[in-house]
């Protein structure tokens, strides 16, 4: 099994992308829990917005290699990387709708990407790394809405410490994001339920990640540490990117 693969399948799966019960999720229970059809299960995740990123990836940390859903290029975006795009090269096209080119020249790239009235915050540059991407995307609608808030908590990558293994739920310790003084930051830890999902040979203990409410691996203590640190990286610039329109405002009130 192409692990690149294998990877981008069990962090797509149940999401908006691929919503539960839709086909694709069902063709990709399938190949999770089977490894067949690896290759038309490939040809469908192409289609969908992480893969963009992996080509952006690719570009600029892994130019020699040709395969885009490579392990170290997937967890890039899942995970984090301190790689940042400026707004006036073709990564603008990142958080523009998707039926823009990513590989559209660079002046007709900005200023389509500016017309699609993009996240202001951005406007130093694009991480193209999951948790950035889904804070950056959230904040258009207003991370002061709890259903927004609550709907970015489901949609980043988090982890959670393991304290009972059921049949198919796991009991863990997590810590949502929440906002207070218009600041994004870690709230109290909490016990909750996830769903088992395909982690295998989890025990009490383990810090697994968590994505949509169900657990999609066992973490080492290398990747724990670099999505803990990624994470923090988006929230405080998010953090920034307020302090920056909350000035704006007051200037222009004088």
Known sequence: MNQGVRLTAL????????????RLAREIDRYLKTGKNEHDIELSLRGLEPWR???????????????????AAVRSYWFGTPVLFSPLSTSCSLIAPLKMNPRMDEKKGFNQWRNAGACIFLHQGVRPYHNFVVLAKTALTGLEIPAVLAMANNCIISSGMVRQVLDDQLVVDWCPLIRINERLRWGKRQRIRVKRGYVGGVKVGDVVSLHYGEAREVLTPTQIIRLIKYTKLAIDRLNESFAEARKRQKEKRS
């Open 53 to 71: 990123y992996y080509w952006f990836r690719q570009d600029a940390q892994y130019p020699k290699s040709k395969n885009e859903a490579s392990v």
């Open 11 to 22: 962090y797509a799966y149940g999401c908006q992308a691929v919503p539960p019960g839709s």
